[in-house]
């Protein structure tokens, strides 16, 4: 590791040029490569003309998130002592205020109501202790951001609006209003702060308990596992990262929840994009079967109604299935999309010869499809399975979402939301997720800036 100030050689990277043991392990290495042109024309041949609704199945309002987080040295002279930012924003585009951003009699577009369009955007702030800072006198790291967690999850974000309730209201009534923490099938709940194994069940009412053994309290939003990947001692960006992940995801259900309760069949005129992928990953990925659970209620009771499934769509922007389109994109025709079934992902972009027997099944909700547009760009994007629960025979999931017909007309309205909102400004991008992460987003300079100060200025009264 090199001193601080200090910089590299220039001729370090020599040393591994003149190994021959360097690219003797490349050469035992497999992993994607180009395919040939006999390789790629199979694979495009399986591709198929994208569908589209007669006249295009548009919603009336579009809803777009996207997150970004920031960890911080609250001084310089402690870099490994850090607070995290976490900002996750919130879109709505009208289609009518769309149509008319731009003057037909100039072709450009208006200022004054893009301006408004940027007004409908609304971000949410969440601050979280990182390394070496304990919240609230905790007696640890862990037991601090465990405290922090519920403060934050528990607080109203929605400033009093219509239905409002706070996130770990949200993540109660996903689990049918109770939520027992640690429990599994084989041994009772287990206390997160010292592990004594105690039952801990929390409903609407009752969201906090005291461990009879040490005392520490324990909340609702231990559920979510986030502080399992807290160290006393280490970087703790990682925790940060799922953090930021579940409170996205809880967000869009927050939204639909709301709206759902309001007035369920104003849900079939709206879409909901997120950036990413419909999963969960790491400690909160059993989040996801509750997702998956509450969209097909919502769409049942839609279906009660004689109205469309709701849309909800995940756009990735890069990732291995980006790369391996990105290979494949000058052999494909325009206009042409592929169910990213287990075969072709294991076969043509994990390469992998002991493959699960349903990919995603522990951090899933939605399915991936390539989409290359009219216009020759080209989508990774994902609609959640038509689906309450996963069956107990993954294959048989497996077999199951990659079938079509069980997204009914899902597919052909993401395909025409993607057509009609692609954007020429980025790669693979469409208009209101770069709305979306916009505001979202936390710029080094002069956004990552300001947040040095506020942690610095906020923490360092003792220093």
């Known amino acids: 590791m090199p001193y601080k100030g200090?910089?590299?050689?220039?001729?370090?990277?020599?040393?591994?040029?003149?190994?021959?043991?360097?690219?003797?392990?490349?050469?035992?290495?497999?992993?994607?490569?180009?395919?040939?042109?006999?390789?790629?024309n199979a694979m495009a041949a399986t591709f198929f003309a994208a569908p589209a609704g007669i006249p295009s199945e548009l919603p009336r309002y579009v809803v777009a998130s996207d997150a970004s987080k920031s960890d911080t040295p609250i001084n310089d002279k402690l870099p490994s002592t850090q607070v995290g930012f976490i900002k996750v924003s919130q879109v709505l585009i009208g289609m009518d205020s769309y149509a008319e951003l731009v003057d037909p009699r100039s072709r450009f577009v208006d200022p004054f109501k893009a301006a408004e369009m940027h007004r409908n955007a609304d971000a949410l702030t969440f601050t979280l202790p990182g390394s070496n800072v304990r919240f609230q006198g905790a007696k640890s790291v862990k037991d601090g951001f465990r405290r922090a967690v519920f403060k934050q999850l528990s607080a109203d974000r929605t400033r009093g609006g219509p239905n409002h309730a706070a996130l770990s209201t949200v993540?109660?009534?996903?689990?049918?209003?109770?939520?027992?923490?640690?429990?599994?099938?084989?041994?009772?709940?287990?206390?997160?702060?010292?592990?004594?194994?105690?039952?801990?069940?929390?409903?609407?009412?009752?969201?906090?308990?005291?461990?009879?053994?040490?005392d520490e309290t324990v909340f609702v939003t231990d559920w979510l596992r986030l502080h399992e990947d807290i160290s006393d001692f280490g970087n703790n960006a990682s925790a940060m990262t799922r953090m930021m992940n579940a409170i996205e995801h809880l967000l869009m259900v927050a939204l639909i929840q709301q709206v759902f309760i309001a007035d369920p069949r104003a849900l079939g005129r709206m879409a909901f994009v997120m950036d990413g992928p419909l999963a969960i990953f790491g400690q909160p990925a059993k989040l996801h079967a509750r997702i998956m659970a509450f969209l097909a209620k919502v769409n049942a009771r839609l279906r009660d109604l004689d109205q469309e499934a709701i849309l909800v769509v995940g756009l990735q922007k890069t990732g291995d299935v980006m790369d391996h389109a990105n290979l494949l994109n000058r052999f494909l025709p325009n206009g042409v999309m592929r169910i990213l079934d287990d075969d072709y992902r294991y076969r043509y972009i994990k390469g992998s010869d002991s493959p699960a027997e349903n990919f995603g099944h522990e951090t899933y909700y939605g399915q991936d499809f390539l989409f290359k547009t009219e216009k020759g760009r080209i989508f990774n994007f994902a609609v959640p399975y038509p689906f309450a629960v996963k069956s107990g025979d993954p294959k048989k999931f497996s077999s199951a979402k990659a079938e079509l017909r069980n997204y009914g007309s899902l597919i052909a309205r993401a395909c025409d939301l993607i057509r009609h909102f692609e954007l020429d400004l980025y790669e693979s991008a469409i208009v209101p997720v770069a709305l979306a992460h916009r505001h979202a987003s936390i710029s080094i300079v002069p956004g990552g800036k300001v947040l040095d100060i506020i942690a610095k200025t906020g923490l360092n009264k003792n220093l």
């Open 6 to 40: 200090e910089t590299a050689g220039k001729g370090g990277h020599a040393d591994f040029v003149r190994n021959p043991d360097v690219q003797a392990f490349l050469d035992e290495c497999d992993y994607m490569r180009p395919p040939s042109d006999s390789e790629a």
């Open 171 to 214: 993540l109660l009534d996903i689990n049918d209003g109770e939520i027992r923490v640690g429990h599994t099938a084989s041994r009772a709940g287990q206390c997160p702060s010292c592990g004594a194994e105690h039952e801990f069940t929390f409903s609407a009412s009752v969201q906090r308990k005291n461990c009879p053994t040490c």
